[in-house]
């Protein structure tokens, strides 16, 4: 038999489904929503992910092209071209202004200028030592003179940085000498030298501005510290001046018969190589002299390149005219002594030199023979 469900049982019976039915929606719609808040959550960290890569894009890119901007603004202004087109601007508008007075400073640096304005001072101040000299004066001028400059090239452009360069410029400069021929007459012979000027650059506001430059390893700011501290003012001391003063003495010793026997040995030994230097370099000078004589000399000279004894027998002979046969003996000793003098006894001028010394020796004579 069937039972009927009375209406409390029915009631209760729609009350559970109900609220089954209400939980299974209420758990769909929470799984819905956190599906979706999930979604929206991911959707957030890649559009965040996307947006921090599109930023470093954009940054990355930014940097590139400031680099880019950076390199065409260093190779605008510190490029090896632009270099040497400022350097032909400053040496073909220093070159028109050569002989401008006291200087042309244009494409000068202000340190530069101020060491410029110092020298310039020096040079109004009245001085005793070569008044009329200025700086320009000096020899740094003169290794590369502007009035004698044929031809330039500018050959390595070097040592670039934000700051500095250096540049090396090759200069053809026209000499002009004076030479002595054998008849004493002065003519003038022309060359041409290649001479390398090194010019530091500096940078500044923006245009290369040239600080120093060296010749033959001296600076110009150098030359003008040199030049104020009166270095060029001294006259160089010249090489024969101890030659000839040794000279000179040894011939005031051999001239004097007081004590000349006790002094010349001294002399000898010391002096005698510079008095044959003296005496070579007084031979050019005698040169007109002796063309007469030329046959006689090389027929002299070969007569001592046979034997040693011939020079001995000769030397005895010709001064047999002039001395005494009691010199002779004096004249052997003095002949051993020295072997220098071998090779000017039969010039003119060294036996009137010798006369004297011979004169001297006689008084020794007396004592060898007891």
Same mark, same amino acid.
Do not use: C
């Given at each position: 038999?069937?039972?009927?469900?009375?209406?409390?049982?029915?009631?209760?019976?729609?009350?559970?489904?109900?609220?089954?039915?209400?939980?299974?929606?209420?758990?769909?719609?929470?799984?819905?929503?956190?599906?979706?808040?999930?979604?929206?959550?991911?959707?957030?960290?890649?559009?965040?992910? %996307?947006?921090?890569?599109?930023?470093?894009?954009?940054?990355?890119?930014?940097?590139?092209?400031?680099?880019?901007?950076?390199?065409?603004?260093?190779?605008?202004?510190?490029?090896?071209?632009?270099?040497?087109?400022?350097?032909?601007?400053?040496?073909?508008?220093?070159?028109?202004?050569?002989?401008?007075?006291?200087?042309?400073?244009?494409?000068?640096?202000?340190?530069?200028?101020?060491?410029?304005?110092?020298?310039?001072?020096?040079?109004?101040?009245?001085?005793?030592?070569?008044?009329?000299?200025?700086?320009?004066?000096?020899?740094?001028?003169?290794?590369?003179?502007?009035?004698?400059?044929?031809?330039?090239?500018?050959?390595?452009?070097?040592?670039?940085?934000?700051?500095?360069? %250096?540049?090396?410029?090759?200069?053809?400069?026209?000499?002009?000498?004076?030479?002595?021929?054998?008849?004493?007459?002065?003519r003038d012979t022309t060359y041409y030298e290649q001479k390398t000027a090194t010019y530091h650059l500096a940078y500044q506001d923006g245009e290369w501005?040239?600080?120093?430059?060296?010749?033959?390893?001296?600076?110009?700011?150098?030359?003008f510290k040199r030049y104020m501290e009166g270095e060029y003012f001294i006259d160089p001391v010249e090489e024969e001046l101890a030659d000839s003063l040794?000279?000179?003495?040894?011939?005031?010793?051999?001239?004097?018969?007081?004590?000349?026997?006790?002094?010349?040995p001294v002399a000898k030994k010391k002096d005698e190589p510079k008095k044959a230097d003296v005496k070579k370099k007084d031979e050019p000078k005698k040169?007109?002299?002796?063309?007469?004589?030329?046959?006689?000399?090389?027929?002299?000279?070969?007569?001592?390149?046979?034997?040693?004894?011939?020079?001995?027998?000769?030397?005895?002979?010709?001064?047999?005219?002039?001395?005494?046969?009691?010199?002779?003996?004096?004249?052997?000793?003095?002949?051993?002594?020295?072997?220098?003098?071998?090779?000017?006894?039969?010039?003119?001028?060294?036996?009137?030199?010798?006369?004297?010394?011979?004169?001297?020796?006689?008084?020794?004579?007396?004592?060898?023979?007891?």
């Amino acid at each position: 038999m069937k039972r009927k469900l009375s209406n409390r049982q029915v009631t209760y019976l729609g009350v559970l489904i109900g609220l089954l039915i209400s939980g299974g929606i209420f758990g769909l719609w929470s799984a819905v929503r956190h599906i979706h808040a999930e979604e929206e959550r991911e959707q957030v960290e890649k559009d965040s992910v %996307r947006t921090v890569y599109r930023e470093h894009l954009a940054a990355e890119v930014a940097k590139e092209q400031a680099i880019q901007d950076s390199i065409d603004t260093y190779q605008n202004t510190h490029s090896s071209a632009v270099i040497a087109s400022r350097m032909q601007v400053i040496l073909s508008d220093e070159l028109k202004h050569a002989n401008q007075r006291p200087y042309y400073d244009k494409y000068r640096t202000e340190d530069f200028k101020s060491d410029l304005q110092e020298v310039i001072a020096f040079d109004k101040t009245p001085r005793e030592e070569k008044p009329g000299m200025t700086f320009r004066d000096i020899p740094f001028y003169q290794w590369i003179p502007a009035k004698m400059i044929r031809d330039l090239m500018i050959k390595r452009i070097y040592y670039v940085t934000n700051e500095r360069a %250096r540049v090396d410029v090759r200069y053809l400069v026209k000499r002009v000498e004076k030479i002595k021929e054998e008849d004493d007459k002065e003519r003038d012979t022309t060359y041409y030298e290649q001479k390398t000027a090194t010019y530091h650059l500096a940078y500044q506001d923006g245009e290369w501005m040239v600080d120093d430059r060296m010749v033959d390893f001296l600076s110009e700011r150098e030359a003008f510290k040199r030049y104020m501290e009166g270095e060029y003012f001294i006259d160089p001391v010249e090489e024969e001046l101890a030659d000839s003063l040794a000279a000179d003495s040894l011939m005031r010793l051999l001239d004097s018969h007081d004590g000349a026997d006790q002094e010349r040995p001294v002399a000898k030994k010391k002096d005698e190589p510079k008095k044959a230097d003296v005496k070579k370099k007084d031979e050019p000078k005698k040169s007109d002299n002796k063309k007469n004589d030329v046959k006689k000399n090389d027929t002299k000279k070969k007569d001592e390149s046979k034997s040693n004894d011939k020079k001995k027998t000769d030397t005895k002979k010709n001064d047999v005219k002039k001395n005494d046969t009691k010199k002779n003996d004096v004249k052997k000793n003095d002949s051993k002594k020295s072997d220098t003098k071998k090779n000017d006894v039969k010039k003119n001028d060294t036996k009137k030199k010798e006369e004297p010394k011979k004169k001297s020796d006689t008084k020794t004579s007396p004592t060898t023979k007891k």
